[in-house]
C-alpha cells in the first residue's frame, strides 16, 4: 500500500506542471477565444432580440393599422349604402309624386274628354234629330211622288 501511495504522489507531483498548462491554456483559451465569442454571442442575441422585439412591435402596428383602415373603409361602406339608399328612397318618393300628378292629369283630361264627348254627343243627337224628321219627310214626298199622290203624311192618315 505504501508503495501505491508513493506512486500516486510521484505521478501527483509529475502531472503538476501539466495541470498548470492545461489551466494556463484555459486561461488563454478563455481570454482570446471563449469571452470574445461570449461576447458576440450575446451582442447577437441582444440584436436578434431588438430586432425581433421591433418586428413585433411593427407587426402590431401594422395590425393596428390595420384594423383602422378596415374599420373606415366598413364605415365608408356603411355610409356610401346609405346615401345609395337615402337617394333611392328620394327617387322613388319622385317617381310617386309624378305618378299621382299623372294620374290626376290623365283622370281630369279622360273627365274633361268624356264631357266633351257627352256634349257633343247631345249636340248631334239634337242636330240628328231635326235632321231625321226632315229626311224622313222627304223620303215620304219622294215615296208619295213616285206613287202619284201628293198629299202630306197627316191628310193621308186621316
Not at 18 to 31: A, V
Not at 65 to 86: M, V
Amino acid at each position: 500500500m505504501q508503495g501505491i501511495l508513493s506512486q500516486l504522489g510521484h505521478l501527483f507531483v509529475r502531472s503538476i506542471p501539466t495541470i498548470i498548462l492545461i489551466y494556463f491554456l484555459l486561461f488563454i483559451l478563455d481570454r482570446l477565444f471563449f469571452k470574445p465569442l461570449t461576447r458576440t454571442l450575446q451582442a447577437r442575441e441582444k440584436a436578434t432580440r431588438g430586432v425581433l422585439s421591433e418586428a413585433r412591435k411593427l407587426a402590431a402596428e401594422a395590425e393596428e393599422r390595420l384594423r383602422a383602415y378596415e374599420n373606415s373603409l366598413r364605415e365608408a361602406r356603411l355610409e356610401s349604402y346609405r346615401q345609395r339608399e337615402a337617394a333611392r328612397q328620394q327617387s322613388l318618393a319622385e317617381r310617386e309624386a309624378l305618378l299621382r300628378r299623372a294620374r290626376a292629369e290623365a283622370e281630369t283630361a279622360f273627365h274633361a274628354a268624356q264631357s266633351e264627348l257627352a256634349s257633343q254627343a247631345e249636340r248631334l243627337k239634337g242636330e240628328l234629330g231635326g235632321a231625321i224628321g226632315q229626311m224622313a219627310e222627304m223620303m215620304v214626298r219622294v215615296v208619295l211622288k213616285s206613287d202619284g199622290d201628293a198629299k202630306p203624311v197627316e191628310e193621308r192618315r186621316g
